[in-house]
Structures are given as structure tokens and as C-alpha cells.
Nanobody
């Protein structure tokens, strides 16, 4: 069983930054693609970013490209999301997830383990 635990959420003003972390209990963390998703009240869960378990290549939603950076530290079994130039529209619960593959995807249904989520609130 894999456990994912997110941290780093909070309240920030528009234009500010936050860094989210996600620690995995899995022993083969490096082999899997990892992703960040978010869900705002009344909306469906949406893809934010993903990083490959093959070569570390990254993939972003258009809405965050150029502002957010996903990265991973395989020695620490930790996934990160650096969020800069935050906007009120970025307000949501952010989830990290592990995909049952080394290759990235933007489809939530292809991820098999999920964290409990961390709230990010951006005030205007």
C-alpha cells in the first residue's frame, strides 16, 4: 500500500508563491510517473502537472505553464510543485497522485494512489 502525504498549502495574496510537497511511502517511487491535480468547489478535478518516471520529463496544463514547476527528489521519495505568480483562479484543493506507469498522463482515472489534499487559497 502506498501512502501520499501533501503539505505546503495555505493562504497567499495574488502574485505570491507557494511550494507544495508530497511524500510517498512507496519503495519504488522513482519508477512511477507522478502528478498534481486540483479541485475547486463545484468543479471537477483537473490536471495541473506531471513528471515522468522514465526521464523526468514534465507536462503542464496550459493554465499553469510558465508559472508552476513540478519536480521530484527520488532520494527523498518526494514530489514538489513550485507555484509562482498565483492567481485567485488557482484556489483549490491540490492533490498529488501516483500513476500506475512510468509515463505521464493528464487523466485522473489513470492514477492509482492519491493523497488527502492540501488547500491553496489565493486572495485578490
Amino acid at each position: 500500500q502506498v501512502q501520499l502525504v501533501e503539505s505546503g498549502g495555505g493562504l497567499v495574496q495574488a502574485g505570491g508563491s507557494l511550494r507544495l510537497s508530497c511524500v510517498s511511502s512507496g519503495r519504488t517511487f522513482s519508477a512511477y510517473a507522478m502528478g498534481w491535480f486540483r479541485q475547486a468547489p463545484g468543479k471537477e478535478r483537473e490536471f495541473v502537472a506531471a513528471v515522468s518516471g522514465v526521464d523526468g520529463s514534465t507536462y503542464y496544463a496550459d493554465s499553469v505553464k510558465g508559472r508552476f514547476t513540478i519536480s521530484r527528489d527520488n532520494a527523498k521519495n518526494t514530489l514538489y510543485l513550485q507555484m509562482n505568480s498565483l492567481k485567485p483562479d488557482d484556489t483549490a484543493v491540490y492533490y498529488c497522485a501516483r500513476r500506475a506507469s512510468s509515463y505521464t498522463s493528464n487523466q485522473p482515472r489513470t492514477y492509482d494512489y492519491w493523497g488527502q489534499g492540501t488547500q491553496v487559497t489565493v486572495s485578490s
